[in-house]
């Protein structure tokens, strides 16, 4: 019922501030510089997927650090659809203040908006900062005939479109770098999209499919440790702390194939004001530390060693979509 | 896992002031809205659905389930003492309740009622809590071509065991596969038949849609119908049953047990259809079939036992493979997922809270209903006085509201609207609104499960006959419409026919 009240105040809030945006955009942006008194209300938080889940829950525990560092209060709203799209659209359009900030993936800022008309660009917002970094594990069952990355690679090249690989879905990175390792390296892993990281493991463990691509998150930890499943290869550009062992698939001979990893940013409408933007930046990197938010982020697995901020992530997020526009406009188009 | 021991670490959930409080409200107004005609069960999770998303997932599941449960309890008052259904499960208990009413055994009849759904529903309980964890053990092999098989099976049988008629069910169904196709594409996940509307990039809201169909459908509907005055009710000397009625009627609980139970699992069946099979059954059983319809103890107590069974093994579906078997487990479903909860068969290893607390939770909203149906039944047949426009206008503002919280979508409201417009039109030409809304969900599950077992077997057809669960599944499917087609040309015929075809002569007359 608390929730609900919340719920139903942001839910004012949002018209109120829509309200304004509409008649005071044009002065917006105008009092730059003045990050001393921010912030002077409360902060709206957008988290661009629904409650409960992982975006949700890491957003929640951001937003729970925020009201510590700032002493407002934080007010998360979930505003989900298109693959966190609908809710970064909207935030795009949000009064560019620092006053409503939003909880959202990597790939529904670049891209998305490159394979569907969605309203927004990746110009239209200020990437923040990182929150966390899932790199996607190329996993088999314990038993698999599979002991390394080079055996399936093998397997995919002799039965082509029959060794089956799932993924949490076609447009996540992870299932993206698969098929570029078809069309760029000659690999013809059948992949099979599944909704989310759990389905795509129980279809693992009920040998419905072959390999798996998921984050390295608890589910996939429990089943490792119990020696259900084995890893073969990181889709990042490094290995992972966590899996030492693993190579990564571009020290396996895909040089190219270094992103796939789920990204969880935060993220501010365009025009925020700099110095606006350098506290937020400031906070998150304390938000990510601080204990109980580096807990409930899963921190020892998702939080990276070394906080990227708001002009790295640009450009990072910018490589990456120079590099896959056309391969996404290709598959997805 | 030992069931055992988890199911006393599920009374520990349910036995927090929050989660007793929420167990005590959805068995309350469960049991308000069946004595409320027109107000289903199903109408009322619709309308409560946003209230749940504030909620924790173990409250809201265990306050919507004591919602569905205690309806049927409800629903008996009315039909007993006034031959007014509160709720379609009960109607057939009318029969034979308010005859016996008219006897001065209305009390007697309630009171059979009452122990009747404690028994089948307490047996259903353990049931649930025996069958689901082995049911969600061995469905951990179920890949793509079982969710096939099985969504395909569901909607067969929803269709065929529809209470109305069928070619109209599968009309319906077939517009709510329909709906179900609008927004991202569950493989490629590109959006389409959006009409290039941001709205529909995500597809249409389950919630909205029901909260439209159920909710303000029915809504709308009695708003048009004159429920006739309260009347006046007959005097209730004593509640509990002579042990004569209660020999009479001890196997009718039994064998109503065991109707009600399986079907509430089967898709499309649930309360009317376990109900109406179990009236089938007693009549057919009995010695002297004439004293049915002529105050028959058996056709209150068999009925009522079933509709309760059948309300607490529907979860058995829903919570190991996640497939709903009717139009409330649906809406259930809708509200797990607003916490973004997909049941499966993980579920209960993932979510040990929320399914062992949810059991525990039925235990005692079923003591709760016991405690609560036996004393006050007079309290709650004076809710027949509140006027369905006030109830009415009232619930129509909490929904608009409700729906808009969900997703902050103006168009959520539009789409509810609309919906509930179409509900209302449907009721009023004699379709069913509970096989759109399950073929919409069954619809997403089934399109991303043939695909997948597409993609799997390289577009091969033959796997959904060559793995030994999906063959079996098929070959049911292949059964059910064969007997299906056979009925139908019997009944033309003018033939007898089994239990089903009683029952769903029942369900026409």
Known sequence: ?333 | MDSLSSLIDGFGVVFTPENLLFVFLGVTIGTVIGVLPGLGPTATIALLLPITYGISPEAAIMMLAGVYYGSMYGGTITSVLLRIPGEAASAITALDGYEMTKQGRGGPALGIAAIGSFIGGTVAIVGLAFVAPLLATWAVRFGPPEYAALTILGLVLVTYLGTKSTVKSIIVALFGLLLASIGPDPIRGTSRFNFDMPELFSGIDLVAIAMGLFGIGEIMYNLEQRIKGTGTIGKIDRILPTKDDWKQSRWSIFRGTLLGFPIGMLPGGGGVMSSLASYAAEKKIAKDPSRFGKGAIEGVAGPETANNASSISAFIPLLTLGLPSNAVLALILGALMMQDITPGPALIEEQPELFWGVIASMFVGNLILLALNLPFVGIFVQLLRVRIGIIGGIALLVTLVGVYTISYMEFDMWVMLAAGLVGYLMRKTGFEPAPLVLAFVLGSVLEVAFRQSMLLSNGDLSIFVSRPISGSIIAVVALVVATSVFGAIRRRRGGKGGIVEMTKQLAED
């Open chain 1, 1 to 333: 019922m608390k929730k609900l009240g919340i719920g139903l105040v942001a839910g004012v809030l949002t018209l109120s501030l829509a309200a304004c945006g509409g008649s005071g955009s044009s002065d917006a942006g105008a009092d730059a510089g003045a990050a001393d008194g921010y912030p002077e209300d409360d902060i709206t938080m957008i988290v661009t997927y629904a409650a409960g889940g992982p975006t949700d829950i890491a957003g929640r525990a951001v937003a729970a650090a925020f009201e510590k560092e700032l002493g407002v209060s934080v007010v998360v709203e979930n505003v989900e659809g298109a693959s966190g799209a609908v809710g970064s659209a909207q935030l795009s359009q949000a009064r560019p203040d620092g006053l409503t900030i939003a909880m959202t993936t990597a790939s529904a800022v670049s891209r998305v908006p490159l394979i569907e008309e969605v309203g927004f660009t990746q110009d239209d917002v200020i990437p923040v900062g990182t929150v966390t970094e899932g790199a996607g594990v190329i996993l088999v069952p314990a038993d698999s005939p599979y002991k390394t990355i080079d055996d399936l690679v093998e397997a995919a090249k002799k039965n082509p479109d029959k060794i089956t690989i799932g993924a949490a879905g076609a447009q996540t990175p992870q299932a993206v770098e698969i098929e570029r390792m078809k069309s760029e390296y000659d690999v013809p892993l059948q992949l099979v999209p599944f909704q989310g990281d759990a389905p795509s493991l129980t279809a693992l463990l009920g040998k419905n499919v072959d390999a798996i691509v998921p984050s390295y998150n608890a589910a996939v930890r429990a089943q490792h440790e119990a020696g259900a499943i084995r890893p073969l290869a990181i889709m990042g550009e490094e290995r992972a702390d966590y899996l030492p062992e693993v190579p990564t698939l571009a020290e396996s001979g895909f040089e190219d194939l270094i992103y796939g990893v789920s990204t969880f940013i935060l993220i501010a409408p365009k025009g925020t004001p700099e110095a606006v933007v350098a506290k937020l930046e400031e906070t998150l990197e304390a938000a990510v530390k601080d204990p109980d938010t580096y807990k409930a982020l899963d921190g020892d697995v998702l939080v990276p060693e070394k906080f990227t901020g708001s002009k790295d992530l640009t450009k990072k997020m910018k490589d990456e979509s120079a590099a896959l526009k056309d391969v996404l406009q290709e598959l997805f188009g």
